[in-house]
């Protein structure tokens, strides 16, 4: 009797996960638009336009043949963005880059900048799922991506690649001060190359990461950026319910894992991401999304 009921118990737990697995796997395609207003610009800056609205996407994680993704990101492009911020993975597989252009072909068309993270430079490799929930760093594989392809393509389309570097630049009757870093998990970064306050004259500072970590965030919050953005948690990917972060693969806490928050004062927006790692094709309570930021003038 009692090796019927643990072998019942055992047979319901594992149909249960076996469930759980088959609903994150078609999670990986029930894509969201996220949105946010967030009041940052001196009065007087819009000239009577409503909005200067900033598109977010970060960790596409492409696998060639991933033709939902596709068709879902370039239909961004209808929201009209005036300025699209890519913060990095965009690659799971080496032969992923045509895709990834197809899929933000015509976001390419529109002021843009990146930054990039590992899985744009390195192949992602097997994932320990018990590793993963343990919060541990895992060491990348250092199989080389084709990034300068990709690289090379998103700038001769005018995107400017923020890794390590300042840009000013004006999009319509908004002056942006831009500064990025390479991906900070792995301690691609060198901040001091861009370390400095941003031009005073400039009316919507930015900061770009990949990865969420408080040691860099913290420089660009005490130089006086309004707003960082940063990918790399995917939200946690596997969620309690609510969206809750259980881990968040960085140094940020996992109340800050995903979407709108604060921090040290400067507005923090971390990205859930596009897609996950081919060898965790799965999310739970976290579905893969986008971000439009609606960018409005402070009350006077």
Known sequence: MLLRGTAAAL????AAGAGTLAWGFNELTNFELKQHTVPLLPPGTLRG???????????LHMI???EEKIAWVSALDSLRPDLVVNTGDNLSDEHAVPDVLRALGPLLNRPGLFVFGT???WAPQPVNPFKYLMDKKREPSYIDLPWQDMRAAFIERGWKDANQKRH???VGDVRLAVAGVDDPHHDLDDYPKIAG???PDSQLRLALLHAPEP???RKFAEDGYQLALAGHTHGGQICLPGSKAIVTNSGIDRARAQGLSSFDGMALHVSNGLGTSKYAPVRIFCRPSATLLRLTERSR
Not at 50 to 56: N, Y
């Open 11 to 14: 047979g319901a737990f594992t």
């Open 49 to 59: 336009k409503d909005e200067f609205r900033l598109l977010h996407v970060s960790d």
């Open 64 to 66: 060639p043949g991933q």
């Open 119 to 121: 899985n744009d430079y």
């Open 168 to 170: 000013e630049f004006k």
């Open 197 to 199: 306050a941003p031009n």
């Open 215 to 217: 040691r860099v965030l």
